[in-house]
């Protein structure tokens, strides 16, 4: 076939040969270092933008997380451990009862200091589920726990054990907790507090927690054996549960009796059904 219709056969054969000669590797061409060309790569941006590794590049966890808030409302997805749902309603409780403050500010210094001796002990604790997962200030607790033989000093640690002021629960739990009706939001500024629900269970946990030595003799000491702590991981470590004093309130707050308000009650019914998914 004739690629150059405008030339006779025979000019066009020729003009073909004399391309071809000068595309031919020369001597000094052979010498020369191949340039190399990144396709789709536009070299006025090289050097602008780096590229970076992601677990989650196309958004794709986004969509499963919200069909799981969708399928089961007030839950926390990324662990099995409910303990957080008492401990932290327990916590909010307490500081109401022996703070006259509301303020969001005074509640935090006694949040994060629980929150840290809570890990500590969870960490110490001999799980009977082996490894345990969800404890949240893990990392900052098991460095504690590295860097002490005999007593720990919290305050050394209470401002860097996890980054969130609030720790876990204003990362992960503070929503949770209101949907599941334990807790009610503060006003700007303000704590959030208990709600009746909630008061509830934290009687039920309180009637283990606080008859730890730990509760009697350090719950607001700086400095606090190793020990002690050890012993609060084993009476309310978060795998103490199903087992503990407030289990059965827990079981009531997901799946309890049928509420008379409808948008209660629908929560309740597709927590039920999704629960029950992973039982059959």
């Given amino acids: 076939m004739n690629r150059h219709p405008t030339l006779p056969k025979g000019e066009a054969i020729a003009e073909n040969q004399h391309n071809a000669a000068e595309l031919a590797p020369t001597p000094d061409s052979a010498r020369r270092r191949p340039v190399s060309v990144e396709v789709g790569a536009p070299f006025w941006t090289t050097g602008k933008f780096k590229s970076i590794s992601a677990e989650n590049d196309l958004g794709l966890e986004n969509v499963g997380a919200f069909l799981l808030r969708r399928l089961l409302p007030g839950i926390v997805e990324a662990t099995p451990q409910a303990g957080y749902y008492t401990f932290y309603t327990y916590l909010l409780a307490k500081h109401e009862e022996r703070s006259e403050s ?9 949040f994060r200091r629980q929150e840290l001796a809570y890990a500590i002990a969870c960490r110490l604790h001999t799980h009977r589920v082996g490894a345990l997962v969800g404890i949240q200030g893990s990392s900052g607790a098991r460095r504690a726990i590295r860097e002490n033989e005999e007593t ?58 606080e008859q730890t030595r730990y509760y009697r003799e350090f719950f607001e000491a700086d400095v606090v054996p190793i020990e002690v702590l050890r012993d609060l991981g084993d009476h309310v470590c978060l795998c103490t549960i199903p087992g503990r004093s407030d289990h059965e309130v827990l079981l009531d707050v997901f799946v309890g009796d049928a509420g008379q308000e409808l948008a209660w009650e629908s929560l309740r019914q597709r927590r039920i059904k999704s629960f029950s998914i992973h039982l059959t």
């Fill in 102 to 110: 509301a303020s969001r500010a005074d509640l935090i210094p006694f």
């Fill in 152 to 209: 720990i000093d919290l305050s050394a640690y209470v401002d860097n054990y996890i980054d969130a002021r609030l720790g876990g629960y204003g990362l992960f739990y503070a929503r949770m907790l209101e949907a599941v009706r334990l807790t009610k939001p503060g006003a700007y500024q303000m704590a959030d507090r208990a709600t009746d629900r909630g008061r509830n269970l934290a009687l039920a946990f309180a009637r283990t927690f």
